[in-house]
């Protein structure tokens, strides 16, 4: 199984970034796929989850539908589309599955076994 991050970069405050994840080794075929982040001195969150075998998605309610997680246009790829950016939103993003979590809330609300590299993402004010 392998994981890779992709698309971060520097924005400013209320810019747009799309990140990718691209996965190898298997096919989307792992229950659920998600991306999260991790900020200095702060525990890593999730973002958003997707259900490869229906495509619901879950995105945390803190993030008041900045965030949107979906299928890339590539295949084997997992796009995350983040708008109106802030500052606190700077952190590494990383993809992650789980083969024993079956939904997209279910590994969203877990600690993934399988995570990818990840991408910085850095706003600035």
Not at 73 to 99: F, G, R, S
Request: hydrophobic share 35%; net charge positive; with cysteine.
């Amino acid at each position: 199984v392998q994981l890779q991050a992709y698309g971060g970069g520097l924005v400013q405050a209320g810019g747009s970034l799309r990140l990718s994840c691209a996965a190898s080794g298997f096919t989307l075929n792992r229950p659920a796929i998600g991306w999260f982040r991790q900020a200095p001195g702060k525990e890593r969150e999730a973002v958003a989850c997707l259900s490869t075998n229906n495509d619901i998605t879950y995105h945390p309610d803190f993030l008041k539908g900045r965030f949107t997680i979906s299928r890339g246009k590539t295949k084997n790829t997992i796009d995350l589309q983040m708008n109106n950016l802030t500052p606190e939103d700077t952190a590494v993003y990383y993809c992650a599955t789980d083969l024993a979590q079956a939904s997209s809330y279910a590994l969203c609300h877990s600690r993934p076994s399988d995570w990818g590299q990840g991408t910085q993402v850095t706003v600035s004010s």
